[in-house]
């Protein structure tokens, strides 16, 4: 009986450790592989050039960025999308809670890696998809949001959560 | 100068509580109940720990906005936390729905308080 105590004692704790372990150093690879897939929700909404966002926008494999001129962290990001987009890789943009002059001249200004920005000043398109600020990214496989990360959009999140998932797809087909 | 200290620094605080006041209108008291307990219950997704009621993030007054107008509309406290728990996730939810995995996050400290007693109680009676 003893040692089935003494043992236990030992056990729990390791338990403990183990799954907290777990949960705090695969979060970020969690958020990716245990999220459902679901549609992208319907929306009316024009690009940055006033256009009508067509239905087939969001068809094939996109990367959807959410942005803002007034978004720091988008800056930081912005020369990864740039060498994303030069690699074939098309994102389309959310400009979110932004004005679209501001918009405009913050792509001038930094250069443009997006097919096109859907304009979404009051937010949304970005609260149907579950948007808590900018920067997010979302991964589009034929107008199902299959992965979603929020922060920057670095080497490192794209290669442990993006990629595989791309990879996947280009096989499947 | 000094004389002005005060009075100023008054004033300045007294504008701060002012803009920082929502004015939410409600139709009865019952909605109006419904709602505070609502969005003390719906956690915030831009703080790590703390409800949409405690929290003046962007994203925070979307969602007080949002739980706001389906109140307004009538639909019910389950209606309403699904609608957020389908967009910002289950995460949302203060109270989780006893269901699957989450059977560990309500029982398993009990679980867990219980084997710590059942091991205390055993080892001083060896």
């Given amino acids: 009986m003893n040692q089935i105590l003494r043992l236990s004692l030992i056990l729990l704790p390791v338990m403990i450790i183990v799954f907290f372990g777990k949960v705090l150093l695969f979060d970020g690879e969690k958020q990716a592989s245990n999220f459902d897939a679901k549609s992208f929700p319907v929306f009316q909404l024009n690009d940055l050039n006033g256009n009508l966002v067509q239905a087939d926008a969001l068809k094939g494999i996109k990367l959807l960025n959410v942005w803002a001129s007034w978004c720091i962290t988008c800056l930081v990001e912005h020369p990864f999308l740039t060498n994303l987009s030069e690699n074939d890789i098309d994102i389309i943009g959310l400009n979110y809670k932004n004005k679209d002059t501001k918009a405009i001249a913050w792509l001038k200004k930094h250069g443009n890696p997006y097919e096109l920005s859907i304009y979404d000043p ?7 998809l579950g948007v808590t600020g900018a920067p997010e990214s979302f991964l589009i496989i034929d107008n199902q949001v299959v992965a979603h990360i929020q ?8 290669d442990s959560i993006f990629l595989p998932i791309i990879n996947a797809e280009k096989q499947r087909q | 100068m000094k004389k002005l200290f005060l009075p100023i620094s008054l004033l300045l605080t007294f504008a701060l509580s002012v ?4 004015v939410y209108e409600f139709k009865d008291s019952t909605q109006e109940k419904r709602f505070y307990s609502l969005i003390s219950e719906i956690r915030c997704p831009k703080c790590t720990s703390g409800s949409i009621a405690s929290s003046d993030a962007p994203v925070s007054r979307d969602l007080k906005q949002k739980v706001y107008e389906l ?3 009538g639909r019910s406290d389950i209606e309403i936390k699904t609608y957020i ?3 910002f996730g289950d995460f949302s939810d203060y109270k989780p729905a006893l269901e699957g995995s989450n059977y560990f996050l309500w029982f398993g400290p009990f679980v867990f308080l219980s084997l710590l007693l059942i091991i205390f109680f055993f080892k001083r009676r060896v």
Wanted: glycine fraction near 8%; aromatic fraction near 8%.
């Fill in chain 2, 85 to 87: 728990a389908d967009r």
């Fill in chain 2, 19 to 22: 803009s920082s006041e929502l």
């Fill in chain 1, 122 to 128: 009051r937010g949304d398109l970005a609260f149907e």
């Fill in chain 1, 151 to 158: 922060g920057e959009l670095n080497q490192l999140k794209w």
């Fill in chain 2, 71 to 73: 109140v307004l509309e």
